[in-house]
């Protein structure tokens, strides 16, 4: 808020006082492994009786982010964005229409960014509220829970941060398979690359200030944002031309059961504000997760130690075989 505030306040001190509009935005990211935490972003009612109108939360035993009463754990709404240990963060923006009698809020999950709004994901008709601060909460187990960039305005464009260039061309590079036994000791792969463009930045000679990338695998009938997949953070390799290529390794612990797998790159890319941000998969992206395709994703085959020497002895026949 700028000035003349006051105007905004309620004869008890709370916003908003009816015929006022204030806009909340900030970024929700959970990165614990355990069900049961919670926490999110609360409004503390104006005459302090506890939260009010709604939070913003995740509740115990849930991997996604929720719209509650209140206090209540009754659920408003329930988003599709899973957040439990995952590198993506969850962009959040709230718009809140005070008026006589109850209040109107609509809600944006990753909102694309722009000049104007876009049509919001949620409208809802809330109970007459007002509220006197922002209660950042989580709590229970080991609640990794973070809340960031929390803004306050009188219009969206005061509430959504400015992205940052835009990811051109990302992919997985190499290999398109992988083989990892994973009995007796964890399953250490080969090493997995992937190459990012992002016109004018990825050209300069090196690593690029504030580009981040992870390799992930998971469930193949699973998005990548699901729970289910893991992520491990990828180093600066090399400068390829005008792109700059990542790598590492998955390690795969013993508790990881045989089978199939699917696996592709991550890529986030953060200057002063908002990230831009892209999956990279084998015929290049960037793809989101409305446009991620599970046949370019790598194939990763975790397979038990004998069978894999198995597979080792039947090729090496085949090779004598053949001389
Ligand atoms: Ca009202
Ligand atoms: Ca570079």
New binding site residues.
Partial sequence: MTSGFEELLTPSGGFCR?GNTLWLSLLLKDDSTRADTYGGLWLNNADGSGQIGWDITRNWGAFHWYIETPGTGTNILHTAFYTTNQPQATFFVAKME??????LCSFWFNPPLSNDPPPPDYVLSVS???FKGVHVAGGYGHANIYDDEFRVGATWKSVTPVAAPPIGWCNLQWPPALLVSNVGAPGVSDKIYGQIWIDGVTSNTGPTPGLKAWVGYGPSNALPNAPSWSWTPADFNVQVGNNDEFHTNFVIAQAVAAGVYAYCYYYEYQTNDMPSTGYGQKDGGPRTLATYNPAQSGLLTVVPEPALLAGLLAGLALWLRKR
Wanted: proline content about 10%; glycine content about 10%.
């Fill in positions: 009816d005070f008026l006589p009698g109850n209040e007459n509220f007002s």
